[in-house]
C-alpha cells in the first residue's frame, strides 16, 4: 500500500510539474483589435512639431509594436516616436500602423507660412506669433505675405473678399467660409484649395466669385461656390478666368445657383476642367480660344480637356467659341461635344 500510495503520489507532482511549465511556457495570444491616436487634425507653422501618442487595444495584445509614416515627407516628417515636424507646406496624413494585424490610425496635418484662425483661442492654440504668422482675418495675412506664401485658414465664417497681389496657395482647413477672391496680379500662380465661397447676391454682369486676371496660373480643387438665393438666375460668374492665363487646372468642385459656371478666356495654354459638379445654372462651362485680332482667324493651339464634369439642371452644358464650323485642334472638350447645343462663330 506504502508503494503504491508513493508512487501515486509522484505521478501527481509530475503531472502538476509538467502543466506548470506548460503554462508558463505557453505565449499571450491575444490579438489586437484596434488602434487609435490622440490628434485627429492638426494645423502647424512650418517648422514647428507636434508629438502624437497612439493606443493600442487590448492594452496586454501580444506584440504591441507601431510603426509611424508620413504620405508626404516633404511637408511633414515623422520619428519612431510619433513626433511630426512640419518641413514644407502644404498637406500631409501621418499614419501609425501596427505590427499585429496591420490597424491603422491617422492624423492629418496641414503645414504652412500663415495661419488664419478666428477663434477667440487663436493666440492660446498655436506656436506662431500673432501678427507675424499667425492671424485672425484672411486680409491681416494676404498684406504681409511674400511670394509664394501658403496661407492655411481654419474653419470659420470670413465675412471677407480676398484679394492677392503676389503667387499664394490658400488651404482651406474643413471649409472656411469667404466672400470672393481676385487676383490682382500678372504672371501669378495661384492655388485655391478646400474654400467655401457662399453669397447671398449673385455677382455683377461680368463680375465673378472667383477672378483670375491675366496672366495668371490657376489651380482650384475641392471648393465650393454657391449663392444662397432662391431668385431668377443673373449676374455673372462663379469662377472667370481672364485672357492669357498660363495654365487651368479646375477640379472636384461644386457650383450651385449660378448664372454662369466656369468661363476661360482664350489662352495658348492649358485648360483642363474636370470632375466637377455643376447645379442649377444656365450655363455649366463655356471656353473661348479665339485668337483676338488675327487674320485669318486663327484659334490659340490650346490643350488639355474638359470632361467627367456632373450636370444638374444646368440649362446649356458646355459652350465652346472658336473659328470654324469645325474644330481639329488639340483642346479635348468632351463635354461639350456631348451637349445638345451648339455654339460656333
Known sequence: MKKIAKKS???????????????????NTLMV???????????????????LAATVTPQDAANRNIAWTSSNTNVVTVDNNGKCTAVGSGEATVTVTTAEG?????????????????????????????????????????????????????????????????????????????????????????????????????????????????????????????????????????ILVDKQAQKVEITNCTISNYRYGIYVYPTDKQINITNNTFSNLSIGIGVDIRQENSEPPTNYPTTGSVSDNEYNEVTTAAQFFHYGESYEGGFVFADYEQDEEIVEE
Open 102 to 238: 496591420a490597424k491603422t490610425a491617422q492624423c492629418k496635418i496641414y503645414s504652412g507660412d500663415i495661419i488664419v484662425d478666428a477663434s477667440e483661442e487663436t493666440e492660446t492654440d498655436y506656436g506662431g506669433v500673432l501678427g507675424t504668422s499667425l492671424f485672425k482675418s484672411i486680409g491681416e495675412a494676404m498684406a504681409i505675405i511674400t511670394e509664394d506664401s501658403t496661407v492655411i485658414i481654419k474653419n470659420g465664417d470670413y465675412n471677407e473678399d480676398v484679394i492677392a497681389t503676389s503667387s499664394v496657395t490658400l488651404i482651406g482647413v474643413d471649409y472656411p467660409v469667404i466672400q470672393s477672391f481676385t487676383m490682382n496680379a500678372d504672371d501669378a500662380t495661384i492655388i485655391l484649395k478646400g474654400l467655401a465661397f457662399s453669397n447671398t447676391s449673385f455677382p455683377n454682369g461680368g463680375e465673378a466669385t472667383i477672378d483670375i486676371l491675366q496672366g495668371a496660373s490657376v489651380t482650384i480643387t475641392d471648393c465650393t461656390l454657391i449663392i444662397n438665393t432662391t431668385e431668377t438666375l443673373v449676374g455673372g460668374y462663379a
Open 9 to 27: 503520489i509522484i505521478l501527481l507532482l509530475i503531472v502538476v510539474l509538467t502543466l506548470s511549465i506548460f503554462a508558463c511556457g505557453t505565449p
Open 33 to 51: 483589435d484596434n488602434v487609435v491616436v490622440d490628434i485627429q487634425e492638426a494645423v502647424l507653422v512650418v517648422g514647428e512639431e507636434v508629438t
